[in-house]
């Protein structure tokens, strides 16, 4: 019997299991997201179209549109990455993987393909090819329930697996630190960019230029090798 599972009482685990359960916490709370939302913003938990691409714009400042490259987007959700791609950059030549926990995210995905870009969906939550870049947006955001130590293992594995296998660079967004007139919500995880910026400089030896001036509470970091 797993630990913790049939009582749902969270017995002391490793790392491995707490990421374990971890995963299992990120995927229901997604998956009840798009199933009541559909594929639109709000179907994984995003405001509107306008700030989700904003999001894109900020992570895509990452990769040469003047040769083809292959792209890897970490959490993909229901694709909204790949329609993007399709219509603001029409001539672009990407190899697209998108990947993500939820299985209902992924048959949504599928269902938004754009034959006219090389792309592929899978179901985990690991990386599955080496490609020249990487872009994950929102992954960090919500923490649920975790402890903050257990969710920053979280975000150094997955930044670690990013870099791993990204050719020439990736991308992630954060929330930034809450502004005096916001409503705390201890679901969401916030942190200040120089802790990341930091921690990847020392980490992987890259160069990190940080986005922070696109009119919201969040960050990006472009992390080059
Ligand atoms: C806020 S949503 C954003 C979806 C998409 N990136 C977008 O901007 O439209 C975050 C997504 O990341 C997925 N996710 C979170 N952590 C993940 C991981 N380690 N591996 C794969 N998917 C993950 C969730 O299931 C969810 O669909």
């Known amino acids: 019997m797993e630990a913790g599972k049939s009582s749902g009482i969270r017995t002391a685990?490793?790392?491995?299991?707490?990421?374990?359960?971890l995963h299992a916490d990120i995927e229901c709370?997604?998956?009840?997201?798009?199933?009541?939302?559909?594929?639109t913003p709000l179907g994984v938990d995003?405001?509107?179209?306008?700030?989700?691409?904003?999001?894109?714009?900020?992570?895509?400042?990452?990769?040469?549109f003047r040769q083809p490259f292959s792209l890897n987007d970490v959490g993909c959700g229901y694709g909204a990455l790949l329609a993007f791609l399709a219509?603001?950059?029409?001539?672009?030549?990407?190899?697209y993987l998108?990947?993500?926990?939820s299985q209902a995210m992924i048959d949504r995905a599928k269902l938004s393909?754009?034959?006219?870009?090389?792309?592929?969906?899978?179901?985990?939550?690991?990386?599955?090819?080496?490609a020249d870049y990487s872009v994950a947006?929102?992954?960090?955001?919500?923490?649920?329930?975790?402890?903050?130590?257990?969710?920053?293992?979280?975000?150094?594995?997955m930044l670690a697996a990013m870099h791993a296998t990204s050719r020439l660079g990736f991308a992630v967004n954060f929330l930034a630190p809450m502004g005096p007139s916001m409503q705390n919500i201890p679901e969401l995880y916030r942190t200040s960019p120089e802790i990341w910026v930091r921690y990847c400089k020392r980490q992987f030896n890259t160069k990190v230029e940080l986005a922070?001036?696109?009119?919201?509470s969040e960050f990006t970091l472009l992390v080059r090798r």
């Not at 947006?137 to 594995?157: M, Y």
Request: charged share 20%; proline share 5%; with cysteine.
């Open 13 to 21: 685990a490793s790392p491995v299991q707490s990421l374990t359960h």
């Open 29 to 39: 709370y997604y998956t009840q997201k798009v199933l009541a939302h559909g594929a």
């Open 46 to 64: 995003w405001t509107c179209r306008p700030t989700q691409e904003l999001r894109f714009v900020q992570l895509l400042k990452l990769c040469d």
């Open 87 to 95: 219509r603001r950059h029409r001539g672009a030549q990407v190899d």
């Open 98 to 101: 998108g990947t993500d926990l």
């Open 113 to 130: 393909w754009r034959p006219s870009i090389r792309s592929r969906f899978v179901v985990t939550g690991g990386i599955p090819r080496v």
């Open 137 to 157: 947006s929102g992954i960090f955001n919500v923490k649920l329930e975790q402890p903050a130590a257990r969710w920053t293992v979280f975000i150094k594995q």
């Open 212 to 216: 922070s001036d696109y009119g919201m």
